[in-house]
Nanobody, 117 residues
Framework: QVQVVESGGGLVQPGGSLRLSCTAS????????MKWYRQAPGKEREFVAG???????NYADSVSGRFTISSDNAKKTAYLQMNNLKPEDTAVYYC???????????WGQGTQVTVSS
């Protein structure tokens, strides 16, 4: 079955950087889009960034200019480079891998990012 695994989370001081990775496995199908979401305590899960076909990207306003999403289609891996992190970026970050447009895709288990001094 399809598995999605995130990694790279941790504790970082404000202004610091982290790079998250997300790898999908379990099928030979090509990925249509990979997206990052996050969920802070007591809040709903929110969209962070997405990439389609390894080229077209979009970002939430709150992270635009600080976060960069990229992907390696051959490895079915997406990355989220997070710079100038702020305490409000603290959340569990989830990856969503979608194989067919219009479907819900597959979710990873999440990776914790904590921004604190």
């Amino acid at each position: 079955q399809v598995q999605v695994v995130e990694s790279g989370g941790g504790l970082v001081q404000p202004g610091g950087s982290l790079r998250l990775s997300c790898t999908a496995s379990g099928t030979h199908l090509s990925i249509y889009t990979m997206k990052w979401y996050r969920q802070a305590p007591g809040k709903e899960r929110e969209f962070v960034a997405g990439i389609i076909g390894g080229r077209v990207t979009n970002y939430a306003d709150s992270v635009s200019g600080r976060f960069t999403i990229s992907s390696d289609n051959a490895k079915k891996t997406a990355y989220l480079q997070m710079n100038n992190l702020k305490p409000e970026d603290t959340a569990v970050y989830y990856c969503n891998a979608v194989y067919y447009k219009g479907t819900t895709g597959f979710w990873g288990q999440g990776t914790q990012v904590t921004v604190s001094s």
